[in-house]
């Protein structure tokens, strides 16, 4: 996470110019080019130059200059940063992009050699969150706040996407009372996924809280938007984008408000080194998406494809309809099979259960029914066999003396 100082600087920073869309437009991927922005706004706050195109006249433009001035600064992010081994790479790789992209040769491999090796082998494996956990969050939430949790807990939506999202990549599917949600549409990333009932309506009470202050709801407006002055018609009425850091800042403050992690001091004179923490802070929700809906039998192909996943030479040939994602077939469950995993509400889960407990009891009374009246239907007939035969004794003594068996070939004889 960039630093207070860094966050400062970042809005005077000039990012234009041909330099710039060298480096920017050859990225496919939206979230790439959101993290590779990040590192590249961070590298000119380090070489303090307010515009992009004094990195390439950095040093006189002496590649061994700007060479040097890389591998002191991945120095820096390792040794006073603290950053992991993979944020690291992912810096080195943006900015080797960066420099290819604009024609300046440098020696990469001297340059990655100062990544340093992945020292942090993990003596705590990150988990997802619980359920108690995230319930925790969502008591600390506001209506905006609490659509944020749910989307990412529903849908495994990565932090990057949701400040991206409009109202118009949503629809609502009434059958199911959820929505269909198109993320990143019309970049090559686009997928599509849904979220839970229980998203659903944090969504419809957010929009309903926003209209009802003066907001014309469209489907240009940004489904997250920033807070406004609820006395301020003219602030309601324009709703503004939010950033991707304050979709991160919404998240961090939950957990801390939540009691879920505890601030830490650091110490006089200790490096600046980020603590590691047994559930990630915003990915632990996908996680929760991901490990809750695979063990509540969603086929793991669909759930990889729901969370945005490349699925390599496969996604080329294997296709899936939106309605095959949500509804599943008779071989691989939908994600409308694992809603009740994924809600959160305690109460509808225990709900939910109460209804397919009722359901198994009326099916149970009705295997019941049915059963006493066959042996009802059985009894009949055996009484109207036995007045039958009555009926015969009665009409001739004799048939008392002849055994029964003979009495019914008689009966089939006549």
């Known amino acids: 996470m960039a630093s207070k100082q860094e966050e400062h600087h970042q809005h005077s920073l000039i990012l234009t110019g041909e330099a710039?869309?060298?480096?920017?437009?050859?990225?496919?991927?939206?979230?790439?080019?959101?993290?590779?922005?990040?590192?590249?706004?961070?590298?000119?706050?380090?070489?303090?130059?307010?515009d992009i195109n004094d990195l390439l006249n950095y040093e006189n433009n002496n590649p061994k200059l700007i060479q040097s001035n890389i591998i002191d600064y991945l120095i820096e992010l390792k040794e006073k940063r603290g950053l992991a081994f993979k944020s690291r790479c992912l810096y080195s790789t943006a900015l080797h992009h960066f420099y290819d992209m604009n024609d300046i040769t440098l020696n990469w491999k001297k340059?990655?050699?100062?990544?340093?090796?992945?020292?942090?082998?993990?003596?705590?494996?990150?988990?997802?969150?619980?359920?108690?956990?995230?319930?925790?969050?969502?008591?600390?939430?506001?209506?905006?706040?609490?659509?944020?949790?749910?989307l990412m807990a529903s849908t495994g939506m990565r932090e990057g996407a949701i400040h991206t999202l409009r109202i118009g990549n949503i629809t609502k599917i009434e059958k199911y009372n959820i929505y269909q949600i198109i993320v990143y549409e019309n970049t090559a990333d686009a997928y599509i996924t849904f979220c839970t009932p229980e998203c659903a309506k944090a969504i419809d009470d957010y929009l309903e809280y926003r209209s009802r202050y003066g907001e014309k709801i469209t489907k240009n407006a940004p489904l997250i938007r920033e807070q406004f002055d609820k006395n301020d018609s003219f602030a309601s009425a324009i709703p503004r984008p939010i950033s991707p850091q304050l979709i991160r800042y919404i998240i961090y403050k939950a957990i801390y408000d939540a009691g879920l992690r505890e601030k830490?001091?650091?110490?006089?004179?200790?490096?600046?080194?980020?603590?590691?923490?047994?559930?990630?802070?915003?990915?632990?929700?996908?996680?929760?998406?991901?490990?809750?809906?695979?063990?509540?039998?969603?086929?793991?192909?669909?759930?990889?494809?729901?969370?945005?996943?490349?699925?390599?030479?496969?996604?080329?040939?294997?296709?899936?309809?939106?309605?095959?994602?949500?509804?599943?077939?008779?071989?691989?469950?939908?994600?409308?099979?694992?809603?009740?995993?994924?809600?959160?509400?305690?109460?509808?889960?225990?709900?939910?259960?109460?209804?397919?407990?009722?359901?198994?009891?009326?099916?149970?009374?009705?295997?019941?029914?049915?059963?006493?009246?066959?042996?009802?239907?059985?009894?009949?007939?055996?009484?109207?066999?036995?007045?039958?035969?009555?009926?015969?004794?009665?009409?001739?003594?004799?048939?008392?003396?002849?055994?029964?068996?003979?009495?019914?070939?008689?009966?089939?004889?006549?």
């Open 20 to 50: 710039y869309r060298n480096y920017i437009k050859s990225l496919r991927s939206a979230y790439t080019r959101y993290m590779y922005n990040v590192v590249l706004k961070s590298y000119m706050i380090y070489c303090k130059v307010s």
């Open 111 to 150: 340059i990655n050699s100062f990544i340093g090796i992945d020292e942090e082998i993990k003596t705590v494996k990150d988990r997802p969150y619980t359920y108690e956990e995230i319930k925790r969050l969502l008591e600390k939430c506001a209506e905006r706040e609490r659509v944020v949790i749910l």
């Open 264 to 414: 830490q001091t650091p110490l006089v004179g200790a490096k600046n080194r980020t603590h590691r923490h047994e559930v990630m802070q915003s990915h632990g929700l996908r996680k929760f998406f991901n490990t809750t809906a695979i063990k509540a039998g969603l086929n793991p192909l669909y759930t990889e494809m729901l969370m945005g996943h490349k699925i390599g030479l496969t996604g080329i040939y294997f296709r899936p309809r939106p309605t095959d994602l949500l509804e599943g077939n008779d071989k691989m469950l939908g994600y409308v099979s694992v809603i009740d995993a994924l809600t959160i509400n305690e109460e509808h889960r225990l709900r939910k259960q109460v209804e397919s407990l009722t359901e198994k009891h009326n099916e149970i009374q009705i295997i019941k029914d049915k059963h006493e009246h066959e042996m009802k239907t059985m009894r009949e007939e055996m009484n109207q066999q036995f007045n039958q035969i009555m009926s015969m004794v009665q009409q001739n003594p004799q048939l008392a003396q002849i055994k029964p068996e003979a009495l019914t070939r008689k009966k089939i004889e006549e």
